[in-house]
């Protein structure tokens, strides 16, 4: 089948390998210059394979009603006359009582599982190098009482092979000796061994070529301003390049443009429930690499990780509801910086600090919308909020298992259209 993959961030170059792979025919279209300029392009890099969770849960709201105007708040909320927005807040407020915690987060660990497996398949076909790290990733809490209740409560999944081992005093620093001279005092943390980091961008370029290698054509600086229908059935996409509109056909197109997938949907009557949420980072090139951190590690009292990149170390965190602005808000990203003394006092880099803002494509039960919509041949493969990276090649999989007409490996309740 002739299939376009509109957006060539994380999910769009993850679906296009798993449909060339499955015999389409695929062209992807960005209107960026490369792959992964968008949301893709320098977020966390966490993959969270076993630790993924909803951002909704019992206690956020009052956290973000109580500080949601702070320039330092973790959850910024800028009100405005926006009723997607405020049918979101409504939404998302919904999803945080327990049973609802527990029911998404079932969901979401079901994708997140699948999707580590495959990545760690394809990274061994296609020898990919992201400056990746696989020895995981340590949640860090300041208050034994936090610590006990994190702790707890990963005990009580039913998967032993996913809980995590706890850790405090000599054998926090012993695994993760940079801990050594934080400033402030840890009474414990949680580690995972079986989380992955991945830098985003480099791994959407390695995804890229492995795509190249097997057939897919890429069109860049190409803007898609609209999909093609005729008596509710898709026939391609129009295109804008270069000051020039062409229409290029397909039989199926899959919508992974980030936060544009709502653009490109609605005019087919679908109001794909996802809101912009803007998130920093700040990326360091390392005086010397060898002060970093093991792991990738967050601060859970502060929301901010830090996560060793080969050389770099990146802080990222914060989530700003505030349209589509992509501005950098340099006071705001310097509160996401200002975590680091606390846990690496010592840290040194060369050259500028790199500074990125990104918006996620996040749905308000922080899953994605994946598979068919009621017009024939249009697909999503979006909404995949704080978890892209963690989702990708599931989410890629399941889709093109979908149009290629083969059952997907694992249960899609909750992950697919929801309006
Ligand atoms: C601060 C921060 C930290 C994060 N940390 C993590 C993490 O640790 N782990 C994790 O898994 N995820 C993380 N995420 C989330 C992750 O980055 C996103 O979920 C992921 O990048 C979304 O990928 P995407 O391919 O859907 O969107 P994008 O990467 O935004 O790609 C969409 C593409 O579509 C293109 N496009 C849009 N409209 C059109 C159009 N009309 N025509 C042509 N092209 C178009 C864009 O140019 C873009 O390239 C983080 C995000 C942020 C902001």
């Not at 695994?175 to 840890?186: G, K």
Request: contains cysteine; glycine residues 10%.
């Amino acid at each position: 089948m002739k299939l376009v993959v509109i957006g060539a961030g994380v999910v769009g170059v993850t679906t296009a390998y798993a449909l060339v792979r499955d015999g389409h025919e695929v062209t992807v279209v960005d209107r960026a210059a490369a792959p992964a300029l968008g949301c893709s392009y320098a977020n966390a890099g966490l993959v969270n394979g076993l630790t993924a969770a909803p951002w909704s849960a019992p206690g956020i709201p009052a956290t973000v009603l109580k500080r949601f105007w702070r320039h330092d708040a973790a959850y910024r909320v800028r009100l405005r006359p926006d009723p997607a927005m405020a049918a979101w807040i409504v939404r998302f407020f919904g999803n945080c009582t327990a049973s609802r915690t527990t029911e998404i987060k079932t969901q979401l660990r079901r994708l997140s599982g699948y999707s580590l497996g495959l990545l760690q398949e394809l990274r061994a076909a296609h020898d990919l190098a992201y400056d990746q790290r696989t020895d995981g990733f340590i949640y860090l809490y300041r208050t034994a009482k936090s610590f006990e209740t994190a702790h707890a409560a990963a005990l009580g999944v039913d998967d032993p092979t996913v809980r995590p081992k706890a850790l405090s005093g000599a054998a926090l620093v012993e695994i993760e000796p940079a801990l050594a001279a934080a400033r402030v005092s840890f009474a414990g943390g949680l580690h995972y061994d079986r989380d992955e980091t991945v830098d985003g961008r480099l791994f959407s370029q390695e995804m890229a070529r492995a795509d190249v290698e097997n057939g897919v054509a890429f069109r860049f600086n190409t803007t898609a301003t609209g999909v093609l229908v005729e008596r509710n059935r898709v026939r391609g996409i129009r295109v804008a390049a270069d000051g020039a509109t062409d229409d290029l056909a397909a039989e199926a197109v899959v919508l992974a443009a980030g936060i544009e997938s709502v653009d490109l949907a609605a005019p087919f009557g679908l109001r794909l429930p996802m809101v912009p949420v803007k998130g920093y980072s700040i990326t360091l090139h390392m005086t010397d690499p060898s002060a970093l951190p093991r792991h990738a590690m967050q601060d859970a009292h502060r929301k901010v990780t830090l996560t060793p990149l080969g050389n770099r170390l990146r802080i990222a965190g914060k989530a700003d509801l505030a349209g589509r602005d992509r501005t950098i808000d340099r006071r705001r990203a310097d509160t996401v910086l200002a975590a680091l003394p606390d846990l690496l006092p010592g840290a040194r880099w060369h050259g500028e600090p790199d500074y990125w803002s990104g918006l996620r494509p996040m749905t308000a039960d922080s899953l994605p919308l994946l598979g068919p919509t009621p017009v024939d041949g249009l697909w999503l493969n979006t909404g995949h909020g704080s978890f892209g990276f963690t989702l990708a090649c599931g989410s890629g999989r399941v889709v093109a298992d979908m149009i290629s007409g083969r059952a997907p490996a694992i249960d899609l309740t909750g992950l697919t259209l929801r309006t």
